[in-house]
């Protein structure tokens, strides 16, 4: 148990602590109480989890598991293995477009708010600067608010594609069987930089939405109308609570996700990408731009949206 010292305060569910320390984890002790923690959220299914022998094997081949902990209990965890951006059927230089997979993220429930995620997060970036790649890549599911404002807004990832059912639609995790924003995070990038130095490109004020939704019985109703793209800079908007939604009206919550699959779908197509994700009164956008440059490898831009 945290000592008493170690309690800074209590807020509802939330501990609040003075000393969380995140570090990389390399035995096999450790790695048992990582896949404990994934089981948080993934359950008890071996098929949804990052079995100990895997990490075992990530860690001893050049990938990492970083872990957060409140003093000695392992609170959250992060799984990165090394990888390369090439199409199996081509000859791209692998060595060339090395890249760093973030595999699983996960926090526990009562540790979630206190910029844990996004300090590991910033942990592996230092991995990856530290062994000299270029590319942290991974995906999230588009709906979940939360997730987005981590990933595009606070260490300024770029959402550079979008895979409809990434995992199979007989995935063994319910939430693996949906739609994936692929990222990828160019962790030396300038737009990193200055994101993290905790300035922004991308001025949203006057960007227009481009789903307004409709209100029908205090419900947030995605648009019937044609999505169209005219400006550089565009809002698309998604409800803000995507699971208290779904708990609500499943019909609803389904009705928004295959809205949201069409709108970025038809954005990807057109050379948009997901660069920033906001907040305003409690509503909540991807900001979504068409970049004259946009990070990549130097020898093929055309697949470097293409991340697993």
Known sequence: MPSAAAHAAFRGNTIMKSAITIRPVYDHAEFEQAVTLQKIYWGEEDAALVPSHMLASIVGYGGHVHAAFDEDRMIGVLIGFMGADIDPDSQQNAPSRMLIMSKRMVVLPEYRGQSIGERLKLAQRDYALRHGIRLVSWTFDP?????????????????????????????????????????NWWVDDALTRDRLDGNTRFNATDAPIINQPDVKQGMLTPTESSVTFTADLALLQIPPHYFAMEKLDAGLARSWRNHIRDCFMSAFDQGYLAVDFVRRNDQTYYVLAQLDNPPHFEDDLATASRQQ
């Open 143 to 183: 709906m979940l608010a939360a997730n987005a404002h981590l990933n595009l807004h606070k260490l300024a990832a770029l959402g550079q594609g979008y895979v409809p059912n990434f995992f199979g639609q007989e995935a063994a995790h319910p939430t693996l069987s949906e739609d994936r924003i692929k990222v």
